[in-house]
T-cell receptor, first 113, second 108 residues
Framework: DTEVTQTPKHLVMGMTNKKSLKCEQH?????MYWYKQKAKKPPELMFV???????INESVPSRFSPECPNSSLLNLHLHALQPEDSALYLC????????????FGPGTRLTVT | GIQVEQSPPDLILQEGANSTLRCNFS?????LQWFHQNPWGQLINLFY???GTKQNGRLSATTVATERYSLLYISSSQTTDSGVYFC??????????FGTGTRLTVIP
């Protein structure tokens, strides 16, 4: 089983709202990722967690706050977003930081109004 | 950083036709993956292929690491093959970096 799940599938939020995106995998993977993808562009890395610790933050604004409460779960907390943050947010995982093949979830399509 | 270029950027095929997508990269890589992103946004793993040749049904891929390119072959294309094809590469301990993609449309 190579499944990564993400909820919700779609999210519409106002600029003053607080919401969270959730990502889950039960493959025993110990490296998990958040990517952001704008329309007609490739995915861009936001955050990397290795063994539940944040190892990479690609200069992402503080209105995005990641959290890894356990080895199966990754959250992305959203607060005071801007309309330009509207995008597809993808979660991915792989066996460990030194392994290679990444597996992606279906994404959450976020619209900020 | 590494440069990853994909060609062609757009491709329109009649159902049943064959095609070749290309990915050029500017540095040595220890990981290369091909993905298909369907119209709903899901990135589907096609191949993990840092070198050599692999086949899976109507799809096959070849990476020539010494010449820094990879090819994805699609034979007997179907409308369900439509979407965007990305190659993504990793160098050393760095993370996956995506190419610009090839948008494929297969018409019946």
């Amino acid at each position: 089983d190579t499944e990564v799940t993400q909820t919700p599938k779609h999210l519409v939020m106002g600029m003053t709202n607080k919401k969270s995106l959730k990502c889950e995998q039960h493959m025993g993977h110990r490296a998990m990722y958040w990517y952001k993808q704008k329309a007609k562009k490739p995915p861009e890395l936001m955050f990397v967690y290795s063994y539940e610790k944040l190892s990479i933050n690609e200069s992402v604004p503080s209105r995005f706050s990641p959290e890894c409460p356990n080895s199966s779960l990754l959250n992305l907390h959203l607060h005071a977003l801007q309309p330009e943050d509207s995008a597809l947010y993808l979660c991915a995982s792989k066996t460990g930081p030194l392994s290679y093949e990444q597996y992606f979830g279906p994404g959450t399509r976020l619209t900020v109004t | 950083g590494i440069q990853v270029e994909q060609s062609p950027p757009d491709l329109i095929l009649q159902e049943g036709a064959n095609s070749t997508l290309r990915c050029n990269f500017s540095d040595s890589v220890n990981n290369l993956q091909w993905f298909h992103q369907n119209p709903w946004g899901q990135l589907i793993n096609l191949f993990y292929i840092p070198s050599g040749t692999k086949q899976n049904g109507r799809l096959s891929a070849t990476t020539v690491a010494t010449e820094r390119y990879s090819l994805l072959y699609i034979s007997s294309s179907q409308t369900t093959d439509s979407g965007v094809y990305f190659c993504a590469v990793q160098t050393g301990a760095n993370n996956l970096f995506f190419g610009t993609g090839t948008r494929l449309t297969v018409i019946p």
